[in-house]
Each structure stands twice: as C-alpha cells, then as structure tokens.
C-alpha cells in the first residue's frame, strides 16, 4: 500500500475502505476566481489583432481616397485659373475622372468651335461640373 510501506502485490484485490485511504493523499486544485483563470483566456491577444486589422483597413480607406483628394485639388485649381489650364487642362482631367470609373458628361457644344470663342466662364462651368460628379 501506498504510503504504509506496506506492498499490496498478491494480497487480492483492495476493499472500498483501502482504496479511499489511498486517496486521502490526492489534493485538489483551489478553485479559480477569474472565470477566465482555468481556460488560459486573455483578452489582450484578441484586442492587440483587432486593432492592427481595424489600422490596416483605415490605412486601406485612406489610401484609396487618395486620388480623388489629389483630383479634388486638381480641379480647384482649375475652377480658379481657368486660362492658366485651358481646354487641354480640362481634358486632362476629365481624362482622370474616367479613369477612375466616374461617368463624365460630353462637353457643351461650345468647346467644338474657334479656340477663341471659348470663355474662361465656360471652362470654369465645366471645371465645377466635373467637380460635382467627384463630390457625389
């Protein structure tokens, strides 16, 4: 027997009473407080991973405003100095709308005649309708 220094070999099988003073060595774990203590759960491991996904898909949104930020700055420099850019400058940018899947509206017929009938007003209507179609 465990624990008596007695040997239990050959002797037959044990009694309900021998088994259970075995058994009196056995002690239990104390109990947890923490209903996470006895799982190994912390919440620090689940925060930390939603926190880098929640940065790399605002890193993500950022990134891909990122060119109609650039095309907004583009056309209120347009709107502004309408001469400076020219039909070419609106082409350009109208080009760049496209580009990026926004549907642009044919230009007015005043566009298709002399370069010297087109006002600096028409380039900028059109600059601010471009505009628009970008800040829907």
Known sequence: MPGTGKCRIGTGPMTADEILSDLRDIHLPATEVSPFGTTGFALWPLATALAIIAAIMLLRRWRAGAWRR????????????????????????????????VQVPSLP???FGPPGDLDPASLREAGEALKGLLQR
């Open 109 to 111: 017929h005043a566009f």
């Open 70 to 101: 650039r095309l907004l700055h583009d056309l209120n420099a347009f709107i502004s100095a309408p001469d400076a850019w020219g039909v070419s400058g609106l082409l350009v940018l109208r080009s760049q709308l496209a580009r990026h899947g």
